[in-house]
């Protein structure tokens, strides 16, 4: 695709429920960053994946966050248990591996927990 | 760790004018610098970056932005705005280090009026 697609582009859930968000980088991005945006926040770090290998899951904020990427392309960031706290903007972006931090973002999906 | 330090959460100016919008951030030994803009239900956008080389960048709707290290700072400004700026703009700084991780800022909001 043209660029990064991210799905749900919303999601209610019910406190205590689990949720899975999907990104699906641009091809040929072996690079895949996670980014959560709090309202009136700027985006900070969960999760990044070379390829399938998580590199770095220094950003998760608790054990109920999980990140997977087991073919190197699509990614699931999956919430356990959802607390009102988790209510935020998921970003997903992926960049080509010699320039990491050149990264490009997909439009996010909007969690809301109730 | 890196910080960001957007100085201005709002910024409103009339359709023509000049704007700067300001960003700081803490000192490393070697930084990449970002703007991104983030249009209303869209994902962010890289506006324009600073890698290596000349310390004025420029984008190529009219945007530039000039690294100053002995301030810290990488200011976005705009000779004349149009109403289709309008957006929040975050500005982002990964180390040489790590090389992928992007700190953000917490944003500032152009408003154009006419």
């Known amino acids: 695709g043209a660029g990064v697609s991210q799905s749900p582009r919303y999601k209610v859930a019910k406190r205590g429920q689990d949720v899975a968000l999907r990104c699906d980088p641009i091809?040929?991005?072996?690079?895949l960053f996670w980014y959560q945006q709090a309202l009136g926040q700027g985006p900070e770090f969960l999760t990044y994946?070379?390829?399938?290998?998580?590199?770095?899951k220094s950003g998760l904020p608790s054990d109920r966050f999980f990140a997977e990427r087991p073919e190197g392309s699509v990614s699931t960031l999956k919430i356990q248990r959802t607390q009102q706290e988790d209510s935020a903007v998921y970003l997903c972006?992926?960049?080509?591996?010699?320039?990491?931090?050149?990264?490009?973002f997909g439009a996010g999906t909007r969690l809301s927990v109730l | 760790a890196q910080s960001v330090t957007q100085l201005d959460s709002q910024v409103p100016v009339f359709e023509e004018a000049p704007v700067e919008l300001r960003c700081n951030y803490s000192?490393?030994?070697?930084?990449?610098l970002f703007w991104y803009v983030q249009y209303p239900n869209q994902g962010l956008q890289l506006l324009l970056k600073?890698?290596?080389?000349?310390?004025l960048v420029e984008s190529i709707n009219g945007f530039e932005a000039e690294f100053n290290k002995s301030q810290t700072s990488f200011h976005l400004r705009k000779p004349s705005v149009h109403i289709s700026d309008t957006a929040e703009y975050f500005c982002?700084?990964?180390?040489?280090?790590?090389?992928?991780?992007?700190?953000f800022g917490k944003g500032t909001l152009l408003t154009v009026n006419p």
């Open positions: 972006a992926s960049s080509l591996p010699r320039s990491k931090n050149i990264q490009y």
């Open positions: 091809s040929g991005h072996v690079s």
């Open positions: 994946f070379q390829n399938e290998a998580q590199l770095d």
């Open positions: 000192s490393s030994v070697s930084v990449y």
């Open positions: 600073y890698l290596s080389g000349s310390t």
């Open positions: 982002a700084v990964s180390d040489g280090g790590s090389n992928y991780k992007l700190t």
